[in-house]
């Protein structure tokens, strides 16, 4: 039971300005910092703020948290999971209003000597950007109380700063003390999308950053609207009949709608924080894709390999899909294709696409044995369920 210790009037002024800010957080913390999660709670209107704790201590709790074992526990790689992970959770909690996803790993002072360096690494993602503050504490300088109140405080200042405010707690660091801060900007990386500066960019799972340098092998395309358990499961499928690794890619302009404008491209991109990589492109075509990707094999539905075979999408012309096709052949680029089950209950797959003679093998079936879920986008947002946790 978290015990609630005398508060300094600094950690109240602040948390209670945390409560008193429209974020609602979910908080994960592992080998330091439940006395930011005591003072949270030691503040009236803490059920404005927190929306769940957790305290994977142990590493079957851990690892069953971030859904996979970490090559590194206490790394800023594993919290930027964990804050991805926690933010995922938030959104499944509550469908309204801002988001952050608080994580903290850490090794402090404990019963038997650690040969390795004390140190801390603090996360808060939010779909704007992610902020990662790695602490390595001077060792042997303070005890467990003191080392546990500096990573707590900084905590604090690091959700403090989320949630916009200007408040900061003072941070006791010794000259053997070192804080590093790193900043991911997704919300930078989308204007520079929109205003045509950058092709596309990535963002893998652990919330780094790839830009023109990544070359992804298999991508599963989409608006994403919401992720969901079908996607999921085409993804891991395809991953088994390709024996590659996949991503999905946000198509933030599609051929047969408006761009997405920047709020909802980081809202639906953040879906995927602390799970999945995902690319982010302007490209409304598969033709547009195959350029940015050459070599991938792009995973779609029936649907959507339907319209890829349209030729009012090509001017209404059989002659310019031809083109199309061919320029995506040349880019050595393909289709895996999976089924679905159709209005009349007919399951429909490659077998049954109108393929332009000469361009069959561009497209794969994904064999229903391997993958069959019907389930949309379209059919959840109607019912009101949500996507994916």
Known sequence: MLQFAPMNDDVQQLVQAIHDSPARIVLVTAGAGTQALSDLLGVAGATRTLLEALVPYGQASFNDFLDQRPRQYVADDTARLMAGRAYTRARWLESEGPMVGVACTATIITDRPKLGEHRA????????????????LHKGA???????NLVSRLILNC?????????????????????????????LMTRQLQHGDIPYF?????????????????LLSGS???????????????AEVLGKPV??????????????????????????AGRYPVYVSHAPTFVDKARLYPGATFVVGFDTAVRI???RFYGHSRANLRAALAAIREQDCHFLVA????????????EHLDIPEGFDALFQPLPPSQFRQDISSTELRASGRKGSR
């Open 224 to 238: 994403f609207n919401p992720l969901h358990d079908g996607h999921l499961g085409m993804a891991r499928a395809a």
């Open 339 to 350: 089924g679905r089950l159709d209005e009349e209950s007919q399951f429909r797959h490659a």
């Open 247 to 272: 991503a999905f890619e946000l198509a933030a302009r599609n051929a047969d709608k408006p761009p997405l404008p920047a709020p909802t491209v980081l809202y639906r991109l953040a879906q995927f």
């Open 309 to 311: 075979l349209q030729p």
């Open 121 to 136: 690494h603090v996360a808060t993602w939010q779909p704007s950007q992610l902020t990662c503050c790695t602490l390595h």
């Open 159 to 187: 959700l403090a700063e989320a949630c916009d405010l200007d408040g900061r707690l003072s941070l006791p660091l010794s000259d053997g003390d070192s804080l590093e801060r790193a900043v991911y900007d997704y919300e």
């Open 202 to 218: 990535g963002v893998q799972d652990n919330g780094r950053i790839r830009t023109t340098d990544a070359h992804p092998q298999v």
């Open 142 to 148: 303070r005890d467990r109380a003191g080392e546990e």
